[in-house]
């Protein structure tokens, strides 16, 4: 399915596993309760798109542009969003286990009411809003990634 275009669609309870989408517009549209687990949305473009109840493990959004997108109550591991555009995105209620997001830029990136584990690229969350706990969750990668070493 690469290049396709997606305007105005709803996918419920699907299994997209392993689906290419490489250079595929998205817009209007809605996931929910799906497995999109290896699913490559590398080089898409998605807009005004929400991820609901979804497993998104080893999905593949690098070199992405996603714009007003919300990922409820899904699902992240093994994540890769490297070098995306992330305007507007918002992961609220997920279990993010491990993320990529080395070389994204973002602009109002909301992780506030999600779970957080591994972030790598935790250097580019410039412009990601989260809450204070987050905030001490993040701390090691954060550290890790500017080179601070710790001691007591």
Not at 28 to 41: E, H, K, L, M, P
Not at 47 to 68: H, I, P, S, T
Not at 89 to 114: A, P
């Amino acid at each position: 399915l690469e290049k396709t275009a997606f305007l105005d669609v709803i996918i419920e309870n699907s299994s997209l596993v392993a689906t290419n989408f490489t250079d595929s517009g998205w817009r209007s549209v809605q996931i929910t309760d799906s497995r999109c687990s290896g699913a490559q949305f590398q080089m898409c473009a998605i807009e005004d798109v929400m991820f609901k109840g979804c497993k998104l493990d080893l999905a593949n959004f690098r070199f992405a542009k996603l714009k007003n997108v919300i990922f409820r109550d899904c699902l992240i591991s093994d994540t890769d969003f490297y070098n995306a555009e992330l305007t507007n995105v918002h992961f609220d209620k997920c279990n993010i286990e491990k993320i990529e997001l080395s070389g994204t830029k973002n602009k109002n990136l909301d992780l506030r009411s999600s779970q957080l584990g591994s972030i790598h690229g935790s250097g580019s969350l410039k412009g990601a809003i989260i809450d204070s706990m987050q905030l001490m969750q993040l701390a090691p990668y954060l550290a890790q990634e500017i080179g601070l070493t710790i001691k007591d």
